[in-house]
């Protein structure tokens, strides 16, 4: 990506983003697991390649002291898909999530067959349409004009992977971000989980909240861009990662519907930890703003590798609400960024 423009790179993670979801409907076809995972694998390539390109682009356009609220602001589109993506995942792919697996055990071999068909088939038309969305918006980013940025030649050498790690908000960037990502993940995926079992919902209903999360995320961040025109970025930061910590105690600790709600308030305060983060442990990087990027963005992968512990947790102690103290600590180190690790210090 350092040798790349921020354009071709944008570019790029839209073609890859693209073909991943029209691999879908292959596998489909097959009915076999490891291809829907070789077509997440590669979404999740092209999302990396948009996430590095388009992230830094943004905070570049301007001065550097409303970097957050500029990324957060680009980022409040992503909320509004995390509003808009249960729906549709409600009506088109989760219509027959009710049937248990004993029931399915139970069928004859012609019933299993056709529901395992109708199953996989019910990913196709919804990553279709995807697909061309995609494909539709990087045929806009090839003709479209963008702003030139143009960075100053420098004699100073740039920084290598592990001289970017020596940067003390840079790592803490990497670090944070890991950990939030990793959060986000567990309380989005055991959502309904968490409902069918702590509150005692049915999965309709309990994919409906899983809807009312969503657009509250997605408020979450448009507040939080619109807060951040009279608070500084790391308080509000502080701020939001501890009403969060504390609401994901009283999920972990409660029980009925008022611990939904919590997890609701969640899905609030966690929005604007990605790209605040992000903003944050770029901050005054210049050239080295690129790697820095990318190695923020590999960070995510805590969000397959957190997970595991939460599933874990929650497996040994038969409750899911105890897994939940997994996602609570990853907060406690978005906190402690937000608190400290922000503040810029490089090392000579």
Known sequence: MKKWGYKAGIVFGLLLFASGAFLFIPAANTHQYFYFLGALFIVASGLAFLETAANPYVTVLGPPQTSSFRLNLAQSFNGIAAAIAPIIGKYTILTNTDITNESIQQMDVATKAKFIEEASNSVKAPFMVLGLIILAVAVIFIFLKLPEIKEQSSSIKEKSILEIFKI???????????????????????????????????????????????ALFMIGRIVGTIFMRFIEAPKLLAIYALLAVILTIVAIFGNGMYTIYCLLGIGFFISIMFPTIFALGIKDLGEDTKTASSLIIMSIVGGAIIPLGLGYIADITHNIQYGYSVPLVCLLVVLYFAYKGYKPSFNK
């Open 168 to 214: 003390k908000h840079t790592c803490w960037a990497i670090v944070a971000q890991f950990f939030y990502v990793g959060a986000q993940i567990c309380f989005s995926s055991f959502f309904l989980v968490y409902a069918e079992k702590a509150a005692g919902l049915d999965h309709h209903s309990s994919s409906d909240y899983l809807v009312v999360y969503g």
